[in-house]
């Protein structure tokens, strides 16, 4: 038997000893799923949104999943990223419209901005975006001015950073520019809800499960993206007690 062989039989004999079924799937198709779409430990994250037992003849066990129902999941997750990474670039998009449109509107008060800003993050910004570090296309865009970030012109400045300095600057020009209870409105957008997104953007970025981060007991119990209306449907759909 090949190594590969022996490494997928491992897997499949590792999962049965967990309680996991093959009978929706069965081994050989599930071993094919292993090879092909989805490796075994991030496959696995999955399993922590369904119960095990604890009494001590099956402690550790699973209370019966089906190989299908792991997989299935790790499917939905795969879209739910896709659809994750379209809204936050849709966000970032109308975040750097918005904050072009009220620069324009405050006007010349407004003038230093990105210079101001860059000296007040000052290391974490010359860490960030290392000369040694920029892609071609960042370099291209330093071609229209002294060769450093800091001195682009807004639309460019916001055109290559990356979402969280996009998320950095939008705090700080709206701390420095917006008073009473505008302010108070932006600091929960800027301070709570873009810290959000740029959580989940970031796992969809990367790539990482989602469903396990936005449920317990994977996820911290004070987890504040856990998804309340996904744990329902998620529980209407039978997937066990879900938290």
């Known amino acids: 038997m090949a190594f590969k062989d022996i490494m997928y039989a491992d897997s499949i004999k590792e999962m049965k000893e967990l309680n996991i079924i093959f009978e929706k799937i069965d081994e050989d198709h599930a071993t094919s799923i292993l090879s092909s779409e989805i490796?075994?430990?991030k496959l696995m994250n999955y399993a922590v949104l369904f119960d095990r037992y604890k009494n001590a003849k099956q402690d550790g066990q699973f209370m019966k999943i089906d190989f299908f129902q792991l997989y299935t999941l790790s499917r939905i997750d795969h879209h739910l990223r896709q659809i994750i990474m379209m809204m936050a670039l849709d966000i970032e998009q109308a975040l750097k419209v918005k904050l072009i449109s009220d620069h324009i509107s405050i006007g010349e008060a407004t003038s230093g901005s990105i210079l101001e800003f860059w000296e007040l993050n000052d290391y974490y910004l010359n860490e960030r975006y290392r000369k040694d570090n920029l892609s071609s296309n960042i370099q291209a865009y330093l071609l229209k001015c002294k060769g450093e970030l800091k001195c682009l012109p807004l639309g460019d400045f916001l055109e290559v950073v990356q979402f969280g300095t996009l998320q950095k600057y939008a705090q700080f020009f709206y701390a420095k520019f917006s008073t009473g209870k505008d302010l108070a409105k932006k600091k929960v957008l800027f301070y709570q809800q873009l810290n959000r997104i740029l959580v989940l953007r970031n796992i969809a970025a990367h790539n990482n499960?989602?469903?396990?981060?936005?449920?317990?007991?994977?996820a911290v119990s004070n987890n504040p993206y856990k998804d309340y209306e996904l744990?329902?449907?998620?529980?209407?759909?039978?997937?066990?007690?879900v938290r």
Do not use: C, K, Q, W
């Open 39 to 41: 490796n075994y430990s």
């Open 209 to 218: 499960p989602l469903l396990p981060f936005l449920i317990e007991p994977y």
């Open 231 to 241: 744990l329902s449907f998620l529980g209407r759909g039978g997937l066990g007690t």
